[in-house]
Every structure is written in C-alpha cells, then in structure tokens.
C-alpha cells in the first residue's frame, strides 16, 4: 500500500487558520471516501470530516462551521481549519476507504489508509 503523506501542519495561536493538504492521487487504488481525523495526546483518535465519491461531507460537532474538507481536480485533499482553538492540538491523518461503507460516520475502522500524521498546535 502506498502510504498517504499530511503537510501543512504547524503552530498558530487561538483564532488562527491552518490548511492540511493530501495527496490521494498518490494512492492507485479505488477510493471511496477520504477523511480527516486528529489524535490528542491521551486521547483516542476522532474522526474530524469525511468527504465520498458523491461529494457528500460530514463533520463532527466540535469542528462544523469552522473546518472544510474538500478535494481538487488533481485529488489532493484539503482540511482548511478556521477559528482555532487550544483544543484542536493533535495530530491529524488523513485516511481513505478503499472499500464501500459508512464512512460519513468517521470511524477509524472504515478506513484502510492511513497518513504518518501532522502536527497541529493552537496556543492560546
């Protein structure tokens, strides 16, 4: 499996904006749906947005209105985060679904590809 690769994680201070690139079209297989999750320290790992085939989108509560996953012609995924705050400190990987199911519902599971990860940290 060719392995997914985030880039433009970094610091910035509460309020503040970020955009999380990654490439898909790195990755030769189908892919069914892309995803955006995050890791905090401690903390389990949590789906952030999803986006499939259809263009259909889900977000989890904590970050809708203030985070957009979208996917360019040339298929590279983007997470532009707006409105920062100290709580989205994490590591963020973007995942892809090689196969059909519910992906909109962020589920680490669902997901076969994954991303080394992105370092985000918001200060306050």
């Known amino acids: 499996q060719v392995p997914l690769v985030e880039s433009g994680g970094g610091s910035v201070q509460a309020g503040g904006s970020l955009r999380l690139s990654c490439p898909i079209s790195?990755?030769?297989?189908?892919?069914?749906?892309v995803a955006w999750f995050r890791q905090a320290p401690g903390k389990e790992r949590e789906g952030v947005a999803a986006l499939d085939r259809d263009t259909s989108v889900e977000y989890t509560d904590s970050v809708r209105g203030r985070f957009t996953i979208s996917q360019d012609k040339t298929k590279i995924m983007y997470l532009q985060m707006n409105s920062l705050v100290p709580e989205d400190t994490a590591i963020y990987y973007c995942?892809?679904?090689?196969?059909?199911?519910?992906?909109?519902?962020?589920?680490?599971?669902?997901?076969?590809?994954w991303g080394q990860g992105t370092q985000v940290t918001v200060s306050s």
């Open positions: 995942a892809a679904a090689t196969s059909p199911g519910p992906c909109g519902w962020l589920r680490v599971k669902d997901y076969d590809t």
């Open positions: 790195t990755y030769n297989r189908n892919t069914y749906c």
